[in-house]
């Protein structure tokens, strides 16, 4: 039995750390006590080491995400599943972006055109079992440059090549 220093209680030896008259669970509480009276400082110095890193921290994520597709997939699907209104958000914005991006001078061909692109993803799905994605070649939402939503800027790839391509020209 040792006395702890700090709530001056006798508790067993397993009670405390290898070194050191406190025990864990005064240690523990005053830990508490310090990230929240210093948060400010904890959380720029957090922050200040996260601007240093970026690049390298993004690389990692992207790497541990191209390794992890499923559990990605997972995580993206749970984070819907808790709140629907996020889903119907993302999926009526992006509607409105196809939307902005469609020109108007399109003919009824254009949009047959579109359509049987379509269709032939989920015909070539169907007929192998590889999940097909009708993708744009410009991005119609990218950062430098955008493509417009019409058949000349479409292409039906894998879900897969669409997902690695992802909001990217090229």
Same mark, same amino acid.
């Given at each position: 039995?040792? /006395?702890?220093?700090?709530?001056?209680?006798?508790?067993? !030896?397993?009670?405390?750390?290898?070194?050191? %008259? *406190?025990?864990?669970?005064?240690?523990?509480? @005053?830990?508490?006590?310090?990230? =929240?009276? %210093?948060?400010?400082?904890? $959380?720029?110095? &957090?922050?200040? /080491?996260?601007?240093?890193?970026?690049?390298? *921290?993004?690389?990692? $994520?992207?790497?541990?995400?191209?390794?992890?597709? !499923?559990? *990605?997939?997972?995580?993206? &699907?749970?984070?819907?599943?808790?709140?629907p209104?996020?889903?119907?958000?993302?999926?009526?914005?992006?509607?409105?972006?196809?939307?902005?991006? +469609?020109? $108007?001078? =399109?003919?009824?061909?254009?949009?047959?055109?579109?359509?049987?692109l379509?269709?032939?993803?989920?015909?070539? +799905?169907? @007929?192998?079992? *590889?999940?097909?994605?009708?993708?744009?070649?410009?991005?119609?939402?990218?950062k430098?440059?955008?493509?417009?939503?019409?058949?000349?800027?479409?292409?039906?790839?894998?879900? =897969? !090549?669409? !997902?690695?391509?992802?909001?990217?020209?090229g």
């Amino acid at each position: 039995m040792r /006395k702890c220093s700090r709530c001056f209680e006798a508790k067993d !030896e397993i009670d405390f750390p290898k070194s050191g %008259n *406190v025990c864990k669970f005064c240690r523990c509480e @005053k830990s508490k006590l310090d990230r =929240l009276n %210093n948060s400010d400082k904890i $959380n720029s110095r &957090r922050r200040e /080491k996260y601007i240093d890193r970026k690049d390298i *921290v993004t690389a990692q $994520n992207r790497i541990w995400q191209e390794n992890n597709r !499923e559990q *990605v997939r997972q995580i993206n &699907r749970d984070y819907y599943a808790a709140d629907p209104s996020r889903r119907r958000s993302y999926q009526n914005t992006r509607r409105a972006r196809v939307k902005k991006q +469609t020109p $108007n001078w =399109l003919t009824k061909n254009d949009y047959a055109k579109m359509e049987m692109l379509y269709s032939i993803s989920r015909f070539i +799905t169907r @007929k192998t079992g *590889v999940e097909m994605a009708v993708d744009h070649i410009i991005p119609i939402n990218g950062k430098n440059v955008s493509g417009f939503n019409m058949p000349e800027n479409m292409q039906v790839i894998t879900k =897969l !090549e669409n !997902e690695k391509k992802g909001n990217r020209y090229g």
